[in-house]
């Protein structure tokens, strides 16, 4: 049985940073695709970063690029979302999943486990 954890949410002002991390038992993370999509009030899920299951630089959604940084620890079976420069347009539940395959990393429907989500809330 898979299991996914988030944790590391929190409330932050605009500009600091947090780092998720999603625990993954029944799954090695290190050869399957992980990512990361949040959720915000309102709105649809939406891509955030992703890890390709060959290896190589992960993927991040325009919105993200250049303040968000996933990374992985094999030993652990973790990923991490380190989140720096937050604005509060970040604020969402952020969710972690996982495939064993996809054809888009960004296409949500193409994960089969996913975690509880953690809650991120920017404000001043």
């Known amino acids: 049985q898979v299991q996914v954890v988030e944790s590391g949410g929190g409330s932050v002002q605009p500009g600091d940073s947090l780092r998720l991390s999603c625990a993954v038992s029944g799954r090695t993370v290190s050869t399957n695709f992980m990512g990361w999509f949040r959720q915000a009030p309102g709105k649809g899920r939406e891509f955030v970063a992703a890890m390709n299951r060959s290896g190589g630089a992960p993927n991040y959604a325009d919105s993200v690029k250049g303040r968000f940084t996933m990374s992985r620890d094999d030993v652990k079976n973790t990923v991490y979302l380190q989140m720096d420069s937050l604005t509060p347009e970040d604020t969402a539940v952020y969710y972690c999943?996982?495939?064993?395959?996809?054809?888009?990393?960004?296409?949500?429907?193409?994960?089969?486990?996913w975690g509880q989500g953690t809650q991120v809330t920017v404000s001043s």
């Open positions: 999943a996982t495939a064993h395959f996809v054809t888009r990393v960004y296409f949500s429907d193409q994960y089969d486990y």
